[in-house]
């Protein structure tokens, strides 16, 4: 029997005041990269609130692994549009928190937390303070404790939107390197055509609010990615396609 999508959204609305998504469906299997692509203020934020269970203004249904919960909370690694790290904690101590708020017991988490921080580069960092470190470096950090607190599907909302296009572009590689090392399913947003088609396995696109999918698209381009494949035919020839339509 084929397995169920990780995570599959059918018919969600959501209706503020005003409606704010309408009718969206979309799904994500295990081990998938998939990006929500829409103009700002269309619903993304909203989007994820909703498929984490934040919200409760949601019609339509969201499975996980062919399930529905009504329990969703903690059941994703959600790094919110704007950087949550408590500036009063060290990196190692947020990236230990988020093992700890899972539920490991304190000498536990610790231990998780320094083997996350060495196996992903950020281990020289481990004793600053989220002021003293560059933005790439703050998101870095706020990844790892993002997964500490639940990696089995990760929502990451504009998770690169603060950072300057190099910057950008390490963490790119940053997050594929963890995506492969740890077989993670990941859903991000984002406003930027070119990042979405190069981390990805499909893009969704959204319409202006209220937020309806208006297409998506399967990048069908190999893995491991280089950042040499931006400028490849193939590539271009799929963000000339996006473009149009958005
Ligand atoms: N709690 C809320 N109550 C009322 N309106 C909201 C609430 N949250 C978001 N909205 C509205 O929903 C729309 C989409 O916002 P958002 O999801 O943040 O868009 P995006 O993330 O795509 O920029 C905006 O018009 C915003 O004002
Ligand atoms: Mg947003």
Same mark, same amino acid.
């Given at each position: 029997?084929?397995?169920?999508?990780?995570?599959?959204?059918?018919?969600?609305?959501?209706?503020?005041?005003?409606?704010?998504?309408?009718?969206?469906?979309?799904?994500?299997?295990?081990?998938?990269?998939?990006?929500?692509?829409?103009?700002?203020?269309?619903?993304?934020?909203?989007?994820?609130?909703?498929?984490?269970?934040?919200?409760?203004?949601? /019609?339509?249904?969201?499975? $996980?692994?062919?399930? #529905?919960? @009504?329990? !969703?909370?903690?059941? %994703?690694?959600?790094?919110?549009?704007?950087?949550?790290?408590?500036?009063?904690?060290?990196?190692?101590?947020?990236?230990?928190?988020?093992?700890?708020?899972?539920?490991?017991?304190?000498?536990?988490?610790?231990?998780?937390?320094?083997?996350?921080?060495?196996?992903?580069?950020?281990?020289?960092?481990?004793?600053?303070?989220?002021?003293?470190?560059?933005?790439?470096?703050?998101?870095?950090?706020?990844?790892?404790?993002?997964?500490?607190?639940?990696?089995?599907?990760?929502?990451?909302?504009?998770?690169?939107?603060?950072?300057?296009?190099?910057?950008?572009?390490?963490?790119?590689?940053?997050?594929?390197?963890?995506?492969? /090392?740890?077989?993670?399913? $990941?859903?991000?947003? #984002?406003? @930027?055509? !070119?990042?979405?088609? %190069?981390?990805?396995?499909?893009?969704?696109?959204?319409?202006?609010?209220?937020?309806?999918?208006?297409?998506?698209?399967?990048?069908?381009?190999?893995?491991?990615?280089?950042?040499?494949?931006?400028?490849?035919?193939?590539?271009?020839?799929?963000?000339?396609?996006?473009?149009?339509?958005?």
């Amino acid at each position: 029997m084929k397995k169920p999508p990780k995570l599959g959204i059918k018919n969600l609305s959501v209706t503020f005041e005003t409606e704010i998504i309408k009718n969206i469906s979309f799904k994500v299997d295990e081990g998938e990269i998939v990006s929500i692509i829409g103009p700002s203020g269309c619903g993304k934020s909203t989007l994820f609130n909703a498929i984490s269970g934040i919200l409760d203004q949601d /019609k339509g249904s969201i499975e $996980i692994d062919g399930s #529905t919960e @009504d329990q !969703r909370q903690g059941r %994703f690694g959600y790094m919110f549009q704007e950087p949550l790290l408590f500036p009063w904690l060290k990196v190692w101590e947020n990236v230990m928190l988020g093992f700890e708020i899972k539920g490991l017991e304190k000498k536990q988490a610790k231990t998780k937390a320094v083997d996350l921080l060495k196996k992903f580069d950020l281990f020289r960092q481990a004793n600053f303070y989220p002021d003293g470190l560059s933005g790439g470096m703050k998101q870095k950090a706020a990844l790892l404790r993002t997964i500490a607190f639940n990696s089995d599907i990760l929502l990451l909302d504009e998770p690169f939107g603060s950072l300057d296009a190099i910057t950008r572009s390490a963490l790119h590689l940053y997050l594929l390197e963890i995506w492969k /090392k740890l077989k993670l399913t $990941i859903i991000f947003t #984002t406003h @930027d055509i !070119r990042e979405a088609i %190069f981390l990805s396995d499909r893009v969704y696109v959204l319409s202006k609010k209220p937020a309806t999918v208006i297409t998506s698209i399967k990048i069908d381009l190999s893995r491991p990615r280089k950042i040499e494949d931006q400028t490849s035919e193939k590539f271009v020839e799929i963000e000339r396609k996006l473009m149009s339509l958005l």
